[in-house]
């Protein structure tokens, strides 16, 4: 889509990793980013030239993007990262006279698919309850 992202400070994209152990006991990583982007007339590219789409023209691009959902690639400096999703359960838009900025959140959808559990063992899991630390949920 060609957004163009604001930096903050040496920074242009936050990304966040966390492993999840599933239930066979192997791990599934998920990946967050976030970046800001910016929608403005007066919007510079990288190289210095002036930005063709408009103020709400990029908005509008935006929340097409967004409503994708799926398949999208995000390319910067460090490296390319391919099938994100977006991430839509909140959003953060601040809007201002002249421009406004918009973070878009990105990740790897790698969810944990969590099996279900014994009702007994995880009513007998409690601190003072039969089990051991071997056998019981709490770990």
């Known amino acids: 889509m060609g957004f163009v992202a604001k930096r903050r ?19 599934s990583d998920r990946i967050w980013f ?30 097409a993007f967004l409503a ?9 400096g460090t490296a390319v990262w391919n099938d994100l999703y977006a991430t839509l359960t909140t959003t953060q838009e601040y809007l201002g006279q002249d421009s406004d900025e918009l973070i878009l959140s990105l990740n790897n959808g790698a969810m944990t698919q969590t099996a279900p559990i014994d009702h007994d063992r995880f009513a007998n899991s409690l601190w003072d309850g039969p089990l051991t630390w071997e056998t019981s949920y709490w770990r």
């Open 9 to 27: 400070g040496n920074r242009l994209v936050m990304v966040k990793r966390q492993a999840y152990m599933t239930p066979d006991g192997t791990y």
């Open 34 to 63: 976030w970046v800001t982007v910016v929608c403005s007339d007066d919007i510079r590219n990288p190289d210095g030239s002036k930005h063709a789409a408009t103020r709400s023209q990029i908005y509008s691009n935006l929340l």
């Open 68 to 76: 994708a959902r799926t398949g999208i690639t995000l390319t910067c």
